[in-house]
């Protein structure tokens, strides 16, 4: 089991910055891909990014590539969002994510969870 936990959401005006962070607690984080995904109102979950895990291979979707990043510090327990440069359309709810095995695979689904965290950018 691995318990994760979303912190550093907030508002910001577009063009600002925020960096998001999951704190994971129980089994082993540094043999989980981790992943960040955001649902926004009425929409449904999406893909944000993921990274294998050591932090050296990482996925973007193509909607946040050049403005965010993912990271990882197995020492921390924690893997973080960096996002710049944020438009008004990246407002929803991330949520941070735990997929059993070293590599990221699109394929699969990811096992563990965390509650969320609310971004809304300001135009």
């Known amino acids: 089991q691995v318990q994760l936990v979303e912190s550093g959401g907030g508002l910001v005006q577009a063009g600002g910055s925020l960096r998001l962070s999951c704190a994971a607690s129980?089994?082993?984080?540094?043999?989980?891909?981790m992943g960040w995904f955001r649902q926004a109102p009425g929409k449904e979950r999406e893909f944000v990014a993921a990274c294998n895990f050591n932090g050296g291979s990482t996925n973007y979707d193509d909607s946040v590539k050049g403005r965010f990043t993912i990271s990882r510090d197995n020492a921390k327990n924690t893997v973080y969002l960096q996002m710049n440069s944020l438009k008004p359309e990246d407002t929803a709810a991330y949520y941070c994510?735990?997929?059993?095995?070293?590599?990221?695979?699109?394929?699969?689904?990811?096992?563990?969870w965390g509650q969320g965290t609310q971004v809304t950018v300001s135009s």
């Open positions: 129980g089994r082993a984080f540094s043999s989980y891909a």
């Open positions: 994510a735990a997929q059993s095995g070293y590599y990221y695979k699109p394929q699969y689904k990811f096992d563990y």
